[in-house]
C-alpha cells in the first residue's frame, strides 16, 4: 500500500510540475501559442492561471499523501477527478494529463481498497 501511496505521489508532483511551466508563457516572446483553441485565445492569461492553481494543488496533495496526511489522498483523488472530468475540452492536447490523471486515480483507489473483494 505505501508504494502505491509513494507512485501516486510522485506522478502527482510530476503532473504538478509540469502545470506550474505555464508560468513562463508570461515571459515568452510569443506569448500566445499557435496550436491554442480560437476560445482560449481570447482568455490565454486565465487558462495559463488555471493550469498554476491545478499544478499547485497537485503539488500540495502530493506532499500531503508523502506526509501520510488523509486530506492528501482525497485532494489527489479530487484533482484527478476534475482533470478527467473536463479533459474532454481539450482533447488531443491533453492526452498527458489523461494518462497521468487515470494513474492517479488507479493508485489511489487500489491503495485504499486494497485486496478487498467486492461484497466483503
Not at 2 to 27: D, M, P, Q, S, Y
Not at 63 to 79: D, F, P
Request: charged share 10%; glycine share 8%; net charge neutral.
Amino acid at each position: 500500500m505505501k508504494r502505491l501511496l509513494t507512485a501516486a505521489a510522485v506522478l502527482l508532483l510530476i503532473h504538478g510540475l509540469v502545470e506550474l511551466t505555464a508560468l513562463f508563457a508570461f515571459v515568452s516572446p510569443s506569448y500566445q501559442p499557435s496550436f491554442i483553441f480560437e476560445e482560449l485565445s481570447l482568455h490565454w492569461a486565465y487558462a495559463v492561471w488555471v493550469g498554476v492553481i491545478a499544478g499547485l494543488v497537485r503539488v500540495l496533495a502530493a506532499a500531503g499523501i508523502l506526509a501520510h496526511r488523509r486530506w492528501g489522498w482525497a485532494l489527489g483523488l479530487v484533482i484527478s477527478a476534475t482533470t478527467l472530468v473536463t479533459l474532454a475540452f481539450y482533447l488531443p492536447f491533453g492526452i498527458m494529463d489523461a494518462l497521468l490523471a487515470w494513474a492517479v486515480v488507479i493508485l489511489l483507489l487500489m491503495s485504499h481498497y486494497g485486496g478487498a473483494r467486492i461484497g466483503e
